[in-house]
């Protein structure tokens, strides 16, 4: 069986260099910031423009969302918001979700951010949620 509650709420996961901590109102600031880089909205295949409305919203329904687990990546050493990570579009019948990940400035690409925080999501999706796939479209 799917582990619902995990999604609901989710752990903070620690990494050597990171903490994945769920997502919510307070990085709203951040968000904003990383809706701006263009390069990376083409990457993610994001062709909306989210107002900042939308995202206070979004951000302030994931408490109470069992269907996908949100984390802001933030790094251990000074606190800076380093992107984001979702497991969504959960497949209950078929213990299946889909990845997401998106870094919050260009500057951050490159320098391992990227594998340490997935292999952190996708380790707690298969461990602690239960799942049998995590499928990830770019
Ligand atoms: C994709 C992303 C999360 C990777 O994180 P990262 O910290 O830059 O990646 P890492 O440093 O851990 O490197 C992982 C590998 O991915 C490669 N890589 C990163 N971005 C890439 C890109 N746009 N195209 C091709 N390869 C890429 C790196 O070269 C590296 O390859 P290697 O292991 O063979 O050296 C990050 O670059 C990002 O947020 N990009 C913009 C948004 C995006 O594309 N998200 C994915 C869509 S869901």
Redesign the pocket.
Known sequence: MVNTDALLHPRTLNTARLRLEPLGLRHLEHVMQTLEHQE?MR??GTHVHYTRFEVQRLLSTLPRRNDRADWAIVRRSDGEYV?EVVLNELDVFNHSMNF????ATPD????????EATNAAVQYGFQVVGLHRIR?G?
Not at 100 to 103: A, D, H, M, Y
Not at 109 to 114: A, N
């Open positions: 990376f990457l993610t992107g997401r990940i998106l870094l951050l690409v490159g320098q391992g951010y990227g594998t990830l770019v």
